[in-house]
């Protein structure tokens, strides 16, 4: 039996779904002439984009790791154990990434407390996903390799549809809030260099 079959490919290539976790679904306009309270733009865009660039090179150094340990495991015991690692690897990242977002507070926008509510509840989701695939595949018994396969196969689509469907709704999330007026966080975005390295990684410019 070829044990890295039993792997499928949605686990194994770092995806992430980058493309999709768009900037412009945070590039937000704030409308009205007197500043809300939080935290300045510029602050805040070099807190969130650090956080997002530090999550994707912690998911893929935790796939990178995957993809070796399998190209080694030799039997469905080592597969389980290796991807349960993996796992506790996302949710530790995601979590990191929840904590600074959550640090780096509301950006001192009109539409900030919104931005703050809706990335906490869509990141949050994300984690629900890992941590029910931590479950699901824990109670698998690796002695059937195809009951293995088919629990790895069925977690690799419900993490690929998260990791979609997060970037889906953070791009929803800007088209929803995007309105006239000055565009000071577009503007941070702009002048970040965390936002740019986020921007070369394969994601579209703040403008959209």
Same mark, same amino acid.
């Given at each position: 039996?070829?044990?890295?079959? /039993? *792997?499928?490919?949605?686990?194994?290539?770092?995806?992430? %779904? +980058?493309?999709?976790?768009?900037?412009?679904?945070?590039? =937000?306009?704030a409308c009205g002439s007197s500043e809300p309270p939080g935290t300045t733009p510029t602050k805040w865009a070099q807190q969130y984009?650090?956080?997002?660039?530090?999550w994707i090179a912690s998911t893929q150094s935790a796939t990178s790791q995957l993809n070796t340990q399998v190209s080694t495991a030799t039997d469905p015991t080592t597969v389980k154990s290796d991807v349960l690692s993996h796992l506790a690897a996302r949710l530790s990242a995601v979590d990191t /990434? *929840?904590?600074?977002?959550?640090?780096?507070?509301?950006? %001192? +926008?009109t539409?900030?407390?919104?931005?703050?509510?809706? =990335?906490?509840?869509?990141?949050?989701?994300?984690r629900s996903v890992i941590?029910?695939?931590?479950?699901?595949?824990g109670a698998v018994s690796p002695t059937s390799s195809t009951n293995?396969?088919?629990?790895?196969?069925?977690?690799?689509?419900?993490?690929?549809?998260?990791?979609?469907?997060?970037?889906?709704k953070l791009t929803a999330l800007g088209k929803t809030f995007n309105a006239t007026g000055d565009q000071p966080l577009v503007t941070a975005m702009n002048s970040s260099k965390s936002c740019k390295q986020l921007s070369s990684q394969g994601?579209?410019?703040?403008q959209g």
């Open positions: 039996m070829n044990i890295r079959s /039993l *792997i499928p490919s949605r686990l194994r290539v770092a995806k992430l %779904a +980058i493309s999709s976790l768009v900037l412009p679904a945070l590039a =937000l306009s984009c650090g956080a997002m660039v530090s /990434l *929840i904590a600074q977002i959550d640090k780096a507070g509301t950006p %001192a +926008i539409d900030g407390p919104k931005i703050s509510k809706s =990335l906490n509840v869509d990141l949050q989701s994300y941590v029910a695939s931590q479950g699901q595949l293995l396969y088919n629990s790895l196969n069925s977690i690799g689509n419900n993490i690929d549809s998260s990791e979609t469907a997060l970037g889906n994601l579209a410019s703040p």
